[in-house]
């Protein structure tokens, strides 16, 4: 899979149809093309050609869109993720991560200074 494409439709979905409206559709997309999946790698493998494919997007995809695909290739691969997004006041500053059981990624930073304010849960079968 060209993982590098889906952080482009990220992108752009979440800057045209919005947050709620990308999640619904990318859990659609999900759900219709999980059983032409077959995977059994680990959440830290995919992270790896995650970050690769990272590297080759002309956009700058920030911690939204990379949290958006990487929940979207842990729960298509069967890993049930979950999609955070928190926010602190002091100092302003937002952040989108996944966590699988104990297991974070998409760069954690003061994640545990953060309050959780949309948690989007896994949608594998």
Same mark, same amino acid.
């Given at each position: ?33 999980? $059983? ?15 970050? $690769? ?73």
């Amino acid at each position: 899979m060209n993982y590098a494409i889906l952080y482009v439709a990220s992108f752009l979905s979440t800057k045209f149809l919005g947050l709620d409206r990308t999640i619904t559709l990318v859990r659609w997309v999900g759900l219709k093309f999980k $059983r032409f999946t077959k995977c059994s790698d680990s959440p830290q493998v995919l992270e790896e050609r995650l970050q $690769r494919a990272l590297e080759k997007v002309p956009l700058a995809a920030k911690c939204l869109d990379q949290a958006v695909v990487t929940w979207y290739v842990l729960n298509l691969h069967g890993h049930p993720a979950i999609l955070r997004i928190g926010i602190s006041l002091t100092p302003l500053e937002s952040h989108a991560w996944v966590a699988v059981n104990d297991q974070i990624f998409v760069d954690t930073y003061n994640i545990p200074d953060l309050k959780v304010v949309a948690e989007y849960g896994a949608w594998i079968i």
